[in-house]
Structure formats: C-alpha cells, structure tokens
C-alpha cells in the first residue's frame, strides 16, 4: 500500500502515448477522447466565455479586463467517464503552485458525490481541455469552478436516472449509458453550508510526484533524439544586431546555427555544447544599442511622460487641512525558480509544443500566428511548472523553440538561463502614485483623489466611505517591457493608500486602526478583516506599549473581491540603519473558503513574497541594460527573512468564494511602512523600503 | 573523461566532457529530471545532490570532481513505496508550491539532520537559508524540517 493512502490510485495519463495516437482536430474530436481517455461518456457543457480577458484588446492592468465578450464558447467536453468508472474531469487551467490542482478536483469531487482520489484532474491540454482561458486574475476559483461544478452536478443527475440514488455512486453505470451527453448550465450546485469536499484541507494530487521528483516540469521533458537549444541574445533593450560572424559556431561538432533576421539561435546534442557555441556568438556579434532612461530616474520619468499629463485633484480647496504626497514602486520581476522552458516537436505542419505557460490557449494563436500555420495543426500542454506569478503569458520561448525544432528536424528543448528570465521576460511594471485629500473638521476625510501613473487600477478605488472621492489611472512611456505580475497594481495602488492613511490619520490625530474604523461601516468585509488582525495581533496594548527601536504598523485592502487587513511589527538596527520584520498577523476574507490549507498557504507565501518588494526587490538599470539579472544581485525573500507569521481565515460561507492568489501580498508593504514610521518617524514612500541609500 | 561514479547506490561510467556541470549530466544522459536547474550561480539550491553524504550545487560541480564519488539525488531516497521520513514530512506539511525547489529543500534536510539531529528553530532558518522557494513556502519548509526531526527522533532507538 502507499504509505500516503490519499495518493490516488487510477493510471496516470501517459502524455507521450497520447501524443502519437490523438487527432488535432478543431475543438474535440470524439475518436481523440476515445483514444486517450478509453470507451465511456463525455460531458459537455456550454458556457458562456470565460476567457474573454485575452481577447478584450490587452488590457493587462487588471481592474476591467475580465468583462469582454461573453458569447457562448462552443461545445467543450468538461468530464469523460471511461467504461471501468475512471472520472476524468478536464480544464484549460494550469497549475503552477496556486493549487488550482487540487480545488478543481475537489469542485469536482463535491458535484460527482465521490472522494477526490476518484477525480482524475486533465490539465491545459489544448487538444483534450476546454479553454478556461488563461490562469490569472485570481479566476480559477469563481470563473473555472463553477462550470466544472456544473458538469459534474450534470453527470450525477445523469447517474441518478439512469440508476436511481443509489450509493456508492457507480459512475461506470452512466458510462454504458451512451457516448456522448450534452447539458446546459442549470444543474443545481450543493451550498456551502452542504459541501463535504470542498471546504475541507484537500493536499495537492500529485504531491507523491513532487516530493520524489517524478512530477515531470517542462523543462525535464524528454522527446525521442531531443536536442538543446539557445538563442543568443542582445546586449541591451531595442539593441540591433549589425554583423555576427556564425562560421566558428557552425563548424562545432553536431551544432546547427538558426539565423533568421535578428533572431539568432543554435541547436546542440548537449546544453554544455549548446552553451559554448552560443558564447562563440557572442563572441562575434555586433550590436547597436539605443540609449535609454536610468532606474535611478525612473519615477521623474514616469511622471514626466504620464500620457495627456498628469489628472489634476478635482476637489482641490476642500476641506480644513490639506495632504498630498507622492509614492513609487519599482520595476520588479517574477523570477520564478523555474525559468522559462519549452520543448517543441514538428510533425510535418503538425507543431506539439510542452511549454509551462499560463495562457496555454493563446500561446498556440501565438504560435500558428508566427509560423503561418492553422490554429488545428498547433498543440500546446502546459504540464504542472515551476512557478508563473503573472510572468507566463506570452509565447517568446515556446516561439523560439519551434523556430529552432523547424531548422533542427528533431524536438528542441529551450530552458532559458536565469539571466535571461531577469532580463527578456517581461517586468511588473512600476508606478508613480500621487494622493491628494484633505480633513473635515471633526478629523474625517473630506476628499480623496488617487492618481496611478503607468501600473493600472486594480484596487485603485478607495474601499473607504469617503464623500468625494475620485480615482484616475494614466499611461506612461515604460522604459521596460512590461506585463502582468501577482496583485500588480493592486500592490501599488493598495501601498499608496494605506501610507496615505496613516498619514491623514496622524494629521487627524487619531489612531491608525480606529482612523480606518471610522471610514468604514460595522457590515464592512474590511471592518471585519480589521478588527480580526489588530485583535489577534493585540493592537492596541502593541501600539501604547513603547519600546525603543520597535514599531508597529498595519494596513488593510481589497481587490478581486477578497479583503485583507495586516499588522507588522518591525525592529531598526540604528547602528546600521536597516530593520528587520519580526512578526506579521493576517485576516482574510475570500468569501466561502473552498480550502482552507491551500488559502492559508496562499496568504503565507504571499506575505513573504510580498516582503521581497518591500524589503529590496528592485530592477535596476541603464541604457536598456539590466544590471542586477542575478539571485544574488536582485536577492528574493529567504529563510533569513521570514518573520513570525500568522493568518487567520474569515469563512463567510453566505458570500460566493473568490480568487485568493493575489490579495493576500497587498498589506505587507503598507503595513511595514506604517511601522517604520511608528519606530523612527520616518515616512518611506517608495517601495522597496530603504532607510538608507544603502540598505 | 570516463569517469566512475555511484549514483542512488548504482555505479555508472559516464564517458563525458570533464568540465560539463553533474546537473546536466544527471538530467540529460542519465534522465534524472529531479535534480533542477534555478540559476547557474549556487545562489538558489534547486540543483542540490548529496555527494558522498554532504549537499553540493550540482550546476557548479564539473563532472570530473566527483569521479569516484557517490551521489544521491531525489530520485534515490525512497525505498520503493515508502517515502523517506523528509519527504513524507514535506508532503504531510504541504511544504510546497510549485515544487519546483522542492527536490533541493529535501536534500539538504536530510543532510542538515544527518549532522543536526535536534535542530532549532535558528539551525534549520541558517541550515536551509542556501535554498530559494519563490513561492516563499517558507514557513511550511520549516514546519517541515522540524516534524521530520520529530520523527527521525521517534524510530532511532
């Protein structure tokens, strides 16, 4: 038996056999499923579009990109269930560490009446999966779940008339039942209040693979007579290559030399041989590189190019007292552990491509896009990756790897360097925000006007009850590439308010936490997710308490309709002018909790991760060269850093759940800023937090 | 170089350039994938092995320095369906995200507990602060360490 009894059982899907036998026909084709799940049924269901966001014109700043077109999709098959009872429940989402994995099984599991380790989960397969659209926005939970529940409660309803309700459930009774059911989306869900799958502390499926090292990430897949490839890159942003001499990398043994306009690239038996001809690229390429703006001026910057300048305070002579600061926060990266790695294999027109991505969907358009070919003869899996955190949207390696597997005949496999991930991939991108607001008399706020230059408005709108209150957000010239990041502007956007609160609440003269309570309503979700983190956290005896190089400090938000309060408590070292966060206490509101150890494992990572940007994650370069594209110089959170960390789940089973990769990072920064003020009176406005030039 | 090495208790010739880094020999002649590639400059431990018992960065150490020498990866640890006591705490704790430094992490437990048997709180932050979770699983990784220290404690006579 397995010593972990809850890994499940069934035949894993063998990707590789499925390779060689499935059609690629448009949408699903009956004869694949038969091939790669067995005999049986398959569920579908029609929908309406869930994946408009990539298609509503790029908005990629969040905050309004998810409406879109809503037409129907057409048929996608959601659940195959094989002749021998084997579920298998299919989506278009991919995981890569936000524990899609095991909700979407769970989801499942609670429809079809089973337990999870019967729930065999078919992940970001574009031949076999639905288009869920892509993993982001913190969508999986309340735009993938719900269809995913539906099929499910569909196929039991199914079961049910075919064989009554009869327990156990004997799903193989339905499979003889016919071939192919089609519902539409009216099956009746179980309430939370009902759920006996979800809800509960469901582990990830596969984590037997992750902990033997099994689980096969992109970059460890394996194709017959696979070669390695490497693209040779430029030496800055928008630098052109002028001359490259590619006969010394050419004349190495078994290297094949790509060279297609600017694109340059090699193939290789080995990554080592890989690696030696593309340093003797380098070695003869000529670049010309444009100059271009400084990170150590990038917020005048910013604020210099904020597109139809910047939006003046409408309330402007409001109010008794006046405030108005500004506030930055800079170009980070995602960094995940995994860099970016595809491995592409041509059959003919037929184009396969392993990529960890999280838009699996548009990255093969992308792919039909660049190499001419219909969008059927692409297939794109995404297979379980190594981490995306916004940074796996677009195409470029998977591109790049199909462009070198054309030239080389055999699958090539491209694992981008760390370097590269640092430098080509793209960026979060900074913001310049400026608060403008001003007090009534008795010490409230009169007016609030927000101004977010270049990052986008999520969370942008103040979820404080203030009278006039008005926010704008404004393009600028971005010297990087930029794109999306995990609660990207929500981070900024939520930074500036909160700093802004604290400091209104000293010109106010009143306490940080009951200067927030007073703007907000007893029936507030943040009202609640205050008064849960400053209780837990002790509040108020922590903030009478005075001791010396100690402070206090806490911040609340909301985004994706999720709430969230922090408190931090941090400790200066005066002597070298830097500090340290000792402790921070969390509360979260996500509505109906679908797992609680995933939610909470969620708000632990994102806190830290989210120490990463305050404490010191930041791009820094000049003239389109990056100059920290390492571990070591760009320096992400580690053991050293992390605080005494507590999260405390609200559960507000009356209230449909929502996404919860993202908000759980928004309150660190603020609510450390806040208690650096609180020990040294020193106001920091710009994230990565620095006392000190140096520190 | 032909050089002689004995991975997961199996000797192996490996008849390869000298200066080609063990991760890529492991990963791509020998297919075992377990062993990651993070960042090519020791600074993130994904590419952990054990040679002769201690962690090394695989990404830094050229085939021709562990001619001779034994090395367990992630793949050898198990014994068959059992998983080693490290790896049973990681997956108990849900001491991951993406997984991805997951392999490293349990390395260097094992080793950080084969000289530590009782580590606090403070060993086990130094002990484990070369590897990077970008997830930042951090405070699960600690939970982790320590439940396999408990149990390491409880089938040691």
Redesign the interface.
Known sequence: ????STTPTFEEIDYETLLERVDYDFGFSRRSFVQALGAGILVTIVAPSLHAQERGGGNRRGGGGFRGNQKPVPIDARLHIANGGTITVMTGKVE????ARAEITQAAAEELGISVDRVQLLMADTDLCPDDGITAGSRTTPGTIPPVRQACAAARAMLVKVVGDTQPLDYSQLAKSGSLKQTPENATLAPPSDWKVLGTPV??PN??D????????P??I?RPGML?GKVLRPIAYGATLEDIDVGPAKAMDGVIVVRDGNFVGIVAP???QAKQAIAALEKTAQWHAPPGPSSTTLFAYLRDHAKGGIPKDPFEGTGEKQFKANYNTAYIQH?????RAAVAEWNGEKLTVWHGTQNPFGVKRELAGAFHINNDNVRVIAP????G?GGKHTAECAIEAARLAKSAGKAVSL?W??EEEFTWAYFRPAAAIDIQASLDPTGKIASWHHVNINSGRSSIESPYRIEQSKADYVDSDPPLRHGSYRALAATANSFAREVAMDELAVLAGKDPLEFRLSHLAPEDRLHAALEEATKKFGWKDRIAKKEPNVGVGLAASTDKGSFVAACAEVEIDPAKNTYRVRRVVQAFDAGAITNP??LK?QN??????A??GALREAMRFDNGEIQNA???KYA?????D?PE?EVHLIDRKDIPSAGAGETPLICTAPAIANAIFNATGKRLREMPLRLSELA | MDAQLTINGKPTNISSDAKRPLLDVLREDLHLTGTKYGCGESACGACTVLVDGSPMFSCQTKLAEVDGKSITTIEGIAHGDQLHPVQQAFCDQAAYQCGYCTPGMILSTIALLEKTPNPTRDDIIKGMNPHLCRCCTYPRIVAAVEQAAKSAKAVSP
């Open positions: 038996m397995s010593p972990d890569c560490g936000q524990g582990k990830r984590r037997r992750v902990v033997t090292g099994a689980l096969q990430y970059s460890d394996i390695y080995t990554s080592y960094a995940p552990l995994e860099p379980d990756f190594g981490g955190f694992r360097t760390r150890e995933n494992s632990q990572g994102g806190i830290v991760m120490l990463g390492s571990f070591w992400p959170p580690r053991f050293a992390l960390i």
